[in-house]
């Protein structure tokens, strides 16, 4: 079993940047690692993973096309923490914040069923 915690979220300005931060319980190296959001009267959506390839050591960073550029997904395995940079931020951008991890390190990184783990969310508020 895995647990979750977000943190990092909160108000800021459009234009301006945040860091969230999602502590594992248990290891993450071996696990697939996502971010989603979810705004008000919308489905949850994909925002960036990590997921393992069988071409290479290196992880696959995977990004939605509306954050490509301004978010960068990270992990830091000595400290079991995944994070998520988001810099440019807009209004729109407004939602709460969910990490995921899912046991299948090579599973598709977009899709919410790949993931067997979620944390409680973080609510990001970017004010025009």
């Known amino acids: 079993q895995v647990q979750l915690v977000e943190s990092g979220g909160g108000l800021v300005q459009a234009g301006g940047s945040q860091r969230l931060s999602c502590a594992a319980s248990g290891r993450t190296f071996s696990l697939l690692v996502g971010w989603f959001r979810q705004a008000p009267g919308k489905e949850r959506e994909f925002v960036a993973g990590l997921s393992a390839s069988a071409y290479s050591a290196s992880a696959v960073t995977t990004y939605a096309d509306s954050v490509k550029g301004r978010f960068t997904i990270s992990r830091d395995n000595t400290k079991n923490t995944v994070y998520l940079q988001m810099n440019s931020l807009k209004p729109e951008d407004t939602a709460v914040y969910y990490c995921?991890?899912?046991?299948?390190?090579?599973?598709?990184?977009?899709?919410?069923?790949?993931?067997?783990?979620w944390g409680q969310g973080t609510q990001v508020t970017v004010s025009s």
């Open positions: 995921a991890a899912g046991r299948n390190m090579f599973g598709s990184p977009r899709l919410l069923r790949e993931y067997d783990f």
